[in-house]
């Protein structure tokens, strides 16, 4: 195949997308089983490299039907109170953030809040990059921001035309968040791994208890005899 790659068209339908590209002069359509744009962008990078690297295109378009999300990026789980959780607990970036912002905005509910952490690689200062992440922020209609970090708690006034609560560290996110009072909407938690944000997840996620039936086979068939003697004519 040759070097070059061109998306024409991205169709999404559902739970999948429709992928139309043009490799060799050739279009040709792929349909994934994804609507984020994080996957969608993640697998037309897969699909370049199993091409140079030989695999055929049949081959990937049928395989490509059976891909399935891997969890811990923009990982769904259902929330206390009727509520959504995106977790991206591992990862705190500028390059990542619109891209889940834009995934929140994809969730059917009307509200849509983020918890976010300091993003501790930029070549900004502090000053110009929570600045830009409170601009971004503004763009997305968001009903409550949660800022944990030491750093984008010294640039509140960044984010003064948003609702926003600051938490230095995790822990005192953790002792005060019932009364955030999260329901009905989207929660995005996306944070750098220091933060351990997964124990944020954790206390917001709905906790379903399952019940384990156990039966006595051996008390069920003495039961049986029972009844079948009571019975006999």
Do not use: H, P
């Given at each position: 195949p040759?070097?070059?790659?061109?998306?024409?068209?991205?169709?999404?339908?559902?739970?999948?997308?429709?992928?139309?590209?043009?490799?060799?002069?050739t279009s040709f359509q792929i349909v994934i089983p994804f609507v984020s744009e994080t996957y969608v962008y993640?697998?037309?990078?897969?699909?370049?490299?199993?091409?140079?690297?030989?695999?055929e295109n049949q081959v990937i378009k049928y395989r490509s039907r059976q891909l399935a999300p891997v969890d811990m990026r923009l990982e769904l789980v259902s929330g206390v109170n009727d509520t959504i959780l995106i977790n991206d607990a591992y990862n705190a970036d500028?390059?990542?953030?619109?891209?889940a912002l834009d995934h929140l905005k994809q969730q059917n509910k009307s509200r849509f809040s983020i918890i976010l952490s300091d993003i501790p690689e930029?070549?900004?200062?502090?000053?110009?990059?929570?600045?830009?992440?409170?601009?971004?922020?503004?763009?997305?209609?968001?009903?409550?921001?949660?800022?944990?970090g030491e750093r984008i708690g010294a640039h509140q006034s960044c984010f003064a035309g948003l609702c926003s609560f600051f938490y230095p560290k995790t822990v005192d996110l953790l002792k005060a968040i019932k009364d955030l009072d999260f329901k009905y909407e989207a929660i995005l938690i996306?944070?750098?791994?220091?933060?351990?944000?997964?124990?944020?997840?954790r206390q917001l996620q709905d906790n379903i208890h399952?019940?384990?039936?156990?039966?006595?086979?051996y008390a069920l068939a003495d039961n049986l005899k029972f009844f079948k003697k009571k019975a006999s004519p």
């Open positions: 040759s070097d070059y790659l061109q998306l024409l068209k991205r169709t999404s339908r559902a739970k999948e997308t429709v992928l139309t590209l043009v490799q060799d002069e993640n697998y037309i990078i897969s699909y370049a490299t199993a091409r140079m690297l030989g695999v500028l390059q990542s953030l619109k891209i930029s070549e900004k200062s502090d000053a110009t990059l929570y600045q830009w992440v409170a601009d971004l922020l503004m763009k997305y209609d968001l009903n409550k921001v949660i800022c944990v996306k944070g750098a791994r220091v933060f351990s944000f997964e124990k944020v997840s399952q019940t384990t039936l156990e039966v006595n086979l």
